[in-house]
């Protein structure tokens, strides 16, 4: 089965730095890119960026950019999301999701990390 | 504001039919085949239900399908039954040079 899991909620104060990550499994992790999508409470999906773990190359979203960083380990399967200083805006439910290099569709989808961030 | 458009709710009886749109612009939707929905119940992650605008991956119900008509993508749902209440997302690729994918709104349906 191939599956994405990813780690667990975390609490951190505004300014702290954090990494989440995603792990794959059931499939070649090198052949298909990762994204990292963003749900705000209450809100719709924005798209982050993407990773291609065979070389980690990576894009972002200009609403991202310099404020996040995506990396992965491919000798582990797995993908990062990483903050090097939290903001309250930051709290939000954060999804990794497999895709192919044309992003056509994403699948699947981790089952979320919830990241609060609160003083 | 999302950069696709979605009707932010619909709603339906079971047994009945409802379509929702998507409706974006030549550089996504109207340009290309890569039209996808996703179905997310309260607590759960998305689920992948259609791609390429009308394909089904596999274990999907047929009661789903996907169409496409310039701009403008379409989910119906046919013979509604009260699991399908969820907010469903549209997502097309985009030939924007800053984005690589772009999602809809959302749209809330209400099983009646």
């Known amino acids: 089965e191939v599956q994405l899991v990813q780690s667990g909620a975390e609490v951190k104060k505004p300014g702290e730095s954090l990494r989440i990550s995603c792990k794959g499994s059931g499939y070649s992790f090198t052949s298909y890119w990762i994204s990292w999508v963003r749900q705000m409470p209450g809100k719709g999906l924005e798209w982050m960026g993407r990773?291609?773990?065979?070389?980690?190359?990576?894009n972002y979203s200009p609403s991202f950019q310099g404020h996040v960083t995506i990396s992965a380990d491919k000798s582990i399967s797995t993908a990062y999301l990483q903050w090097s200083s939290l903001k309250a805006s930051d709290t939000a439910m954060y999804y990794c999701?497999?895709?192919?290099?044309?992003?056509?569709?994403?699948?699947?989808w981790g089952q979320g990390t919830l990241v609060t961030v609160s003083s | 504001q999302s950069a696709l458009t979605q009707p932010a709710s619909v709603s339906g009886s079971p047994g009945q039919s409802i379509t929702i749109s998507c409706t974006g612009t030549?550089?996504?939707?109207?340009?290309?085949?890569?039209v996808s929905w996703y179905q997310q119940h309260p607590g759960k992650a998305p689920k992948l239900m259609i791609y390429?605008?009308?394909n089904r991956p596999s274990g999907v119900s047929n009661r789903f399908s996907g169409s496409k008509s310039g701009n403008t993508a379409s989910l119906t749902i046919s013979g509604l039954q009260a699991e399908d209440e969820a907010d469903y997302y549209c997502s097309s690729y985009t030939s924007s040079s800053t984005l690589e994918v772009v999602f809809g709104g959302g749209t809330k349906l209400t099983v009646l």
């Open positions: 030549s550089s996504d939707v109207g340009g290309y085949n890569y």
């Open positions: 999701a497999r895709h192919e290099q044309l992003v056509r569709w994403f699948d699947p």
């Open positions: 990773i291609d773990p065979s070389d980690s190359y990576t």
């Open positions: 390429d605008v009308s």
